[in-house]
DNA sequence: CAGTGTGAAAGTCTTCACAGCT
DNA sequence: AGCTGTGAAGACTTTCACACTG
């Protein structure tokens, strides 16, 4: 909507949006503050903002990915992640032959510099991209570096503290989300 | 667990392993049948078994792909789909100078053979891999095409009716859900 | 005695419906 | 008239705790 220069909107519009109820949305945003006005619904530019802001996205973040190998290397090459504030800032291998060798733009570490990289630098954010069976040891390798955020692509589930948050990326798993519902 | 040869579980274990509660798995599980024996727990064996069927996976599921750039093509040189029950069986595309070329051993079709092509096979899964710009019409096409389960790689929400089922995958919006947690 | 399956209780989330503002 | 924000009601989910079983 902001996109495409709309000015206001109302609850019962983003409601058919999403597929949810009007009623959800005001009282999801009625945790935040009051966003509206009675009789003209919300201003699309100021409800941006102020979800941004909730959502922490008004700012930049930075992310270091672990593996380069076929997923790790398309992330280099793929200006997604600056354009929507999410800075790729180093990337990281345990395989000698990989280590010292370019990716995109930057030179891959050993995955021993994973963790003064990070403490040094505050990173936050860290994708995994490495065979399912190395993920758990460098999920574990990124928790004990401060690590609070992991994207994984790996096909198996981690295991972390409830501080740390994991979302995956596995699209088998996606369409197995999907079969319960079919047939 | 299954595939490391292990023989018996618990709601213990298994809530341990997911994070969530031992009542959980055990309420669960009940709504679809009795799967246990008291004192012994769960036989991994027959409750891999008792899930795949539940979850219906026990099937080959048949999957299109609509879009043969970057993404598209990936999907045809990976083995994973159909190691885990989800076979490529064709590619799509609207754009003229990609129609008719080959996306590993598939050719690519015209858009327009969509409908007839799910109708005659009875395929049920699609993948979205085209630019977020024509996302939305590519899944109003599928969706009266008989399409009842969609994998959208087009970093947009799209809107389908209730009984079809949409899956998103994109790496910023994951990232995204993650940062409201953080700082 | 370890561990399931399950009613009942507690807790959480969603919807209703309306006072009140623009 | 149109639409928000919100208590109260209703619906749903999770946890508790225990009788019962191998």
Request: aromatic share 14%.
């Given at each position: 909507?902001?996109?495409?220069?709309?000015?206001?909107?109302?609850?019962?519009?983003?409601?058919?949006?999403l597929g949810i109820s009007s009623a959800q949305i005001r009282k999801d945003l009625s945790h935040f503050g009051e966003f509206g006005k009675q009789g003209t619904g919300y201003s699309v530019a100021s409800l941006y903002e102020e979800l941004r802001q909730i959502l922490h996205l008004d700012r930049e973040w930075q992310l270091i990915v672990v593996g380069s190998g076929n997923i790790g290397s398309a992330v280099a090459s793929y200006s997604g992640?600056?354009?929507?504030?999410?800075?790729?800032?180093?990337?990281?291998?345990?395989?000698?032959?990989?280590?010292?060798?370019?990716?995109?733009?930057?030179?891959?570490?050993?995955?021993?510099?994973?963790?003064?990289y990070v403490s040094e630098n505050h990173v936050q954010h860290a994708m995994i991209a490495v065979p399912a069976q190395y993920a758990q040891q460098v999920a574990d390798l990124l928790v004990d570096s401060g690590i609070r955020g992991i994207l994984n692509y790996a096909p198996i589930n981690l295991s972390v503290p409830d501080y740390v948050h994991v979302e995956y990326i596995d699209p088998v798993l996606h369409l197995q989300k999907m079969t319960y519902y079919l047939e």
């Open positions: 909507m902001h996109e495409g220069g709309k000015l206001y909107t109302s609850s019962h519009e983003l409601a058919e949006w992640f600056a354009q929507r504030g999410f800075r790729v800032v180093a990337f990281f291998d345990n395989d000698p032959n990989k280590v010292g060798a370019k990716v995109g733009s930057f030179i891959v570490q050993d995955n021993s510099e994973i963790a003064s």
